[in-house]
């Protein structure tokens, strides 16, 4: 398909346990975002990755959420030692580029993680 | 800092009646964009509307339009002739020129009622 992908869909994990969520942006999209939405909440920022320049990880909640982007597309988001207060919905956007004001992000359908 | 505020948690309208979803944002930087989200119970979220900070008209997109107050620094959504099928949250979101963050309002909740 043309449009952002996450994987898996849902992610049903114990505490303690490390998880790795997916997404696979537009094809040719240089920019990608990672955001957390609460049950109920707005949308977390957590990270963002921009071609090949260092990503802007002022949005991570703490040293247990890692993300990496290989070869400027995929990107994985590995939480460790997983906490119940992790578990939310776990949304990928990704846009043509990220140095414009037009930016319109374009959303997966998100990953719903429930720490038991 | 940036912040949006969505002062409306829920919203209820009549089919075929229009309805206004408020927004306000607070920023210092001189070029922003502004945007809406639909996000369906299913989860994904859809791009509804775009307005740049220095565009002189009000940004329209079918039965959706932007009323941009800039003085005031707010965004409202206006859906025209609502549909069973515009039911969902809504969400306001801004990105500063060149910048790398795009802040999210908390949402307004719209019940189209038949």
């Known amino acids: 398909g043309a449009g952002v992908s996450q994987s898996p869909s849902n992610k049903v994990t114990e505490k303690g346990k490390d998880v790795e969520l997916r997404c696979d942006p537009i094809?040719?999209?240089?920019?990608l975002y990672w955001y957390r939405q609460s049950l109920g909440q707005g949308l977390e920022f957590l990270i963002y990755?921009?071609?090949?320049?260092?990503?802007?990880k002022s949005g991570l909640p703490s040293d247990r959420f890692s993300a990496e982007r290989t070869g400027g597309s995929v990107s994985t988001l590995t939480i460790q030692r997983t906490q119940q207060e992790d578990s939310a919905v776990y949304l990928c956007?990704?846009?043509?580029?990220?140095?414009?004001?037009?930016?319109?992000?374009?959303f997966g359908a998100g990953t719903r993680l429930s720490v038991l | 800092a940036q912040k949006i505020t969505q002062t409306q948690p829920g919203m209820f309208v009549q089919e075929k009646e229009a309805v206004t979803l408020d927004c306000t944002y607070d920023?210092?930087?001189?070029?922003?964009?502004l945007f809406w989200y639909k996000q369906p119970s299913s989860g994904e979220m859809i791009f509804l509307i775009y307005?740049?900070?220095?565009?002189?008209q009000n940004a329209t997109e079918g039965r959706y339009s932007l009323n941009f107050q800039k003085a005031r620094k707010s965004a409202n959504l206006v859906i025209s002739a609502s549909q069973l099928g515009d039911s969902a949250m809504y969400f306001c979101?801004?990105?500063?020129?060149?910048?790398?963050?795009?802040?999210f309002g908390t949402g307004t909740s719209l019940t189209v009622i038949p």
């Open positions: 920023t210092s930087d001189p070029s922003y964009g």
């Open positions: 979101a801004m990105t500063p020129q060149g910048g790398n963050q795009f802040y």
């Open positions: 307005q740049g900070s220095y565009d002189q």
């Open positions: 990755f921009q071609g090949n320049s260092a990503p802007d």
């Open positions: 956007a990704s846009t043509p580029t990220g140095y414009l004001a037009k930016n319109i992000q374009y």
């Open positions: 094809s040719g999209h240089t920019a």
